[in-house]
């Protein structure tokens, strides 16, 4: 308790709760719920996992082996919804409740009673959604995305729809309670442009998620009214358009894939300063980059499209307004590699992590821009080359990040340092099998392999098992992962001093490590040498 | 009821968020069940989303009455008001991206979808081998589609009861402003007649609304299964309407809250978030009263 900031009359109501049902269910403190939502991430982590073994399992050979093809339908939805909406972004959720009100030195989320109502939704919009899985209609099947008319037709519609209104609110509170935790609760001196990284990418991706989620909502509430109430959005007799529902879907889509992206970059722009020992480079460029990335992130969704057979003008538009993503994507890039250099670098795991990020993030982009072009993208639309790009983007980009983070912050969270050994471990074998894993993917895209079919040419054969080779091995690398955090979380004996990171900047690294359970009670005094960038240069 | 020290207000915890969760599950829950079931075996769904409303209702109630005693005991300081008006707008807003939604598909169907049917565009070849007899248009003669789903139908005619719940909204929203300055000012006469009128001329509205469905259902054919003309009509006006509702119960139980002497003349966010509210739902339907109706 040294840190004159953290306040140091701890009655007994300011110490956790001691019942637990009172103190895991009812609380209003950022940290238990932040450890509410890390621990459901990864649980569904786990879950959704398990589908892409099942997945990987089926197209280990040509020929159908071991899953009813409706049944390897199921896989492939189930897998997205669950890796998206339950372990992607409740991690970063997570990651936020956590560090936002140490960073910015806030006693607590803006407003503390939703933000564990946000949380609680999620455990019970999972189980309507896993359910369907048993149900006698079977889950739905027709792709995360959920096309009509292909998904009217395919099972326990209702369900899937009403589980995705609920995360759909649960994105909605959270987000609002992140702004308004942000622009309220800032210690005096955190000035807007003196806030981490991290900081700033959550609250643009909180506006966000505030400005799509309702849009997804309303799509599916479509999809909803045309299979059980004969509306006829999507029914081309009726006047409607199943091209609409594509539009909609992606006006939320595009920007949902940098919902669970931003923040990662954030992550990153605050752990390559720490082991490179300087402050970012260009720190007003990095936050203005995600910003640009946002706002263009809301007119480029029709290149999801592309093949539909859209109007010659929206192709080029969209075309264009895609690549153009790329300036901004490119300065942060650039930015972090300029942070490294001629730092004093160590390669503790968050910094492994943080670095593989980088190269492999980046090969997701280039794919992404191969993706972009028009006339590319009839050949490689719908085939395993988008598969292979946003794996790329999403399980070396954003779950990476996640890991990077989870290693970074858990000293803090838990007091103990978990085992660099292992730590390493993890990431050797995981970014090995990953690479292994995505990128023969390429190649089977290039080669014409669709995406979401269970069974294929025995052409492909060689790839694929080399794919599910990598599949199994990178599945098997995340228990090390678990053993990783249990290790540190139970057993862990060495203690993690307040800094835990000899480069470390911020307020979060004022607090003793474990973080007590109130911090920041009175806010505290902000030095321009605690901040996490080092000064501000105008 | 929280601690408060120095600067900051931290609540204490609280029973309701969870309890908000199960409720929330168990209406959606039921709803989907009803709507997944073989026919004939519905009841069972019913009877849970029943039992979920009522859930929701208590909840909001319960919820809602520890909220308005701390505020009461003074717990809220300028920064937890703060916190609330940022909810409140960002609220709003995502309200307004909900609608948003509803409206691109209008904007689509009207301006896309039915011509290219009709053989616009890069339409023609569907429209030749489909449905070469259609020419398309908007509202009564070719909104049902070319399969003419859900039958021939009229339109709603903008001028009167349209016209008519226009003008008690715009009215309602002067009424509300008016409350509002009297709230400022400190007449409590004065806002409990004007925020009541507000609520009366919700209520009518509402009830016109309802007038206006029965006739579209019973006289004019119009359905929610009328093509995509019905499927936007009706989605759009009955969204719109199920907020009406909502907006109409808040005003009510804020001229509660007002008869009761909750609200000082410097320190009355509920009484602001709902006439925020109000406002929002009295623009929504000027876009409707434009692009459904009129045009
Ligand atoms: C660097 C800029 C990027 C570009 C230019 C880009 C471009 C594209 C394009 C054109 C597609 C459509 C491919 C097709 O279906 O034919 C696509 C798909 C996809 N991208 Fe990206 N992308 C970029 C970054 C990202 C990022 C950062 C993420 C997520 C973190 C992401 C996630 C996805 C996903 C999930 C899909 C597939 C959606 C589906 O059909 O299921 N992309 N990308
Ligand atoms: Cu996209």
């Known amino acids: 308790m040294a840190h004159a900031a953290t306040h140091d009359h701890h009655d007994d109501h300011h110490g956790a709760p001691t019942n637990f049902f009172t103190r895991w269910c009812m609380s209003t403190n950022h940290k238990d719920i932040g450890t509410l939502y890390l ?93 369907t899985l048993f149900m006698p209609g079977g889950s739905p099947a027709g792709g995360w995305t959920m096309y009509p008319p292909l998904s009217l037709q395919t099972g326990s519609l209702a369900y899937a729809v009403f589980a995705i209104h609920l995360m759909g609110i649960s994105s909605i509170m959270g987000a609002i309670n992140i702004i308004a935790t942000i622009l309220n609760m800032r210690a005096p001196g955190m000035d807007l442009l003196k806030m981490p990284v991290f900081v700033w990418s959550w609250l643009i991706t909180a506006f966000l998620l505030i400005a799509v989620m309702p849009v997804l909502a309303g799509a599916v509430t479509m999809l909803l009214t045309d299979k059980y109430f004969g509306t006829s959005f999507f029914n081309a007799a009726g006047g409607g358009d199943p091209v609409l529902y594509q539009h909609i879907f992606w006006f939320f889509g595009h920007p949902e894939v940098y919902i669970m992206i931003l923040p990662a970059f954030g992550i990153i722009s605050e752990i390559v300063p720490t082991f490179a020992r300087k402050p970012i480079f260009g720190y007003k460029a990095m936050v203005f980059a995600i910003a640009a990335i946002a706002f263009l992130s809301f007119i480029v969704w029709a290149h999801h499209m592309f093949a539909v057979g859209l109007p010659l003008g929206a192709e ?125 993917q390429h190649f089977l895209g290039l080669a014409g392999m669709p995406r979401r079919i269970p069974d294929y040419n025995v052409a492909f054969a060689n790839f694929n098992m080399i794919s599910s080779i990598g599949g199994f091995w990178f599945g098997a690398s995340q228990l090390i992962f678990l053993g990783v955090i249990i290790h540190a979380v139970w057993f862990s004996k060495k203690k993690a001093t307040d800094r835990v990171w000899e480069g470390a900047k911020g307020l979060e690294w004022t607090v003793p490590s474990p973080a007590p359970f109130h911090t920041f009670e009175l806010p505290p005094v902000i030095r321009d040498e605690e901040l996490a960038h080092g000064h501000v240069e105008d | 009821m929280g601690q408060q020290q120095g600067a900051y207000f931290v609540p204490t915890k609280s029973s309701w968020p969870i309890v908000a969760a199960v409720v929330m599950f168990v209406t959606v829950f039921g709803a989907a069940h009803w709507l997944n079931a073989e026919p004939g075996e519905a009841s069972f769904g019913k009877s849970v989303i029943t039992l979920g409303f009522v859930g929701i209702l208590l909840m909001f109630f319960g919820w809602f009455r520890s909220v308005i005693r701390e505020s009461l005991a003074g717990n809220y300081n300028s920064q937890v008001d703060r916190s609330f008006r940022m909810g409140m707008m960002w609220f709003i807003f995502s309200e307004v991206m909900f609608f948003g939604a509803f409206f691109g598909a209008l904007f689509y169907a009207r301006m896309y979808a039915v011509p290219w049917l009709g053989g616009e565009g890069h339409g023609v070849l569907t429209h030749q081998f489909l449905w070469s007899d259609y020419a398309a248009s908007w509202g009564a003669n070719g909104g049902g589609g070319p399969g003419r789903v859900g039958g021939s139908f009229q339109t709603v005619a903008p001028w009167g009861l349209p016209l008519l719940n226009t003008l008690i909204l715009l009215t309602s929203s002067v009424t509300i402003t008016i409350a509002h300055h009297a709230l400022k000012a400190g007449h409590r ?85 709902v006439a925020w509210y109000w406002h929002f739902v009295d623009v929504v339907w000027l876009g409707l009263f434009m692009f459904v109706y009129i045009l």
């Open chain 1, 39 to 131: 621990i459901f991430s990864l649980a569904a982590f786990f879950v959704g996992g398990s589908f892409a073994m099942v997945i990987r399992a089926e197209l280990f050979k040509p020929g159908m082996q071991l899953v009813q093809p409706y049944f390897f339908n199921e896989m492939t939805t189930m897998h997205a919804l669950v890796m998206i909406f339950g372990a992607i972004m409740p991690a970063f959720v997570g990651l936020g409740n956590w560090m936002i009100p140490l960073m910015i030195g806030a006693p607590d989320m803006a407003l503390p009673r939703m933000n564990n109502l946000s949380f609680w939704i999620l455990p019970f919009a999972f189980a309507l959604l896993l359910s």
């Open chain 1, 316 to 440: 080029i538009f969209f075309m264009y307004a895609t690549m153009l993503i790329s300036v901004p994507t490119g300065i942060k890039v650039f930015n972090w590699v300029s942070t490294m250099w001629g730092g004093s670098m160590t390669f503790e795991t968050p910094m492994l992590f943080a670095i593989a990020f980088i190269i492999l993030f980046t090969i997701g982009g280039f794919s992404g821009l191969m993706l972009a072009l028009v006339p590319a993208d009839f050949q490689y639309h719908d085939t395993y080359f988008v598969v292979a790009h946003f794996h790329y983007v999403l399980v070396t980009g954003a779950a990476f990040a996640i890991m990077a983070a989870t290693y970074y912050w858990l000293p803090k969270w838990t007091g103990h340092m978990y085992s660099e050994t292992w730590g390493k471990v993890h990431f050797w074998s995981s970014v090995i099998s990953v690479n292994v894993l995505f990128f023969p």
């Open chain 2, 189 to 273: 006469g004065k806002i409990l007649v004007f925020l009541g009128l507000t609520v009366l001329l919700g209520a009518t509205f509402l009830y016109f609304q309802a007038h206006e469905y029965i006739e579209a259902y019973k006289e004019l054919n119009l359905t929610l299964q009328s093509g995509v003309y019905g499927s936007t009509f009706f989605m759009l006006t009955g969204f719109h309407g199920m907020h009406v509702t909502l907006g109409t119960i808040m005003l009510a139980v804020i001229w509660l809250r007002v008869l009761k002497g909750h609200f000082s003349k410097d320190h009355h966010f509920g009484f602001e978030a």
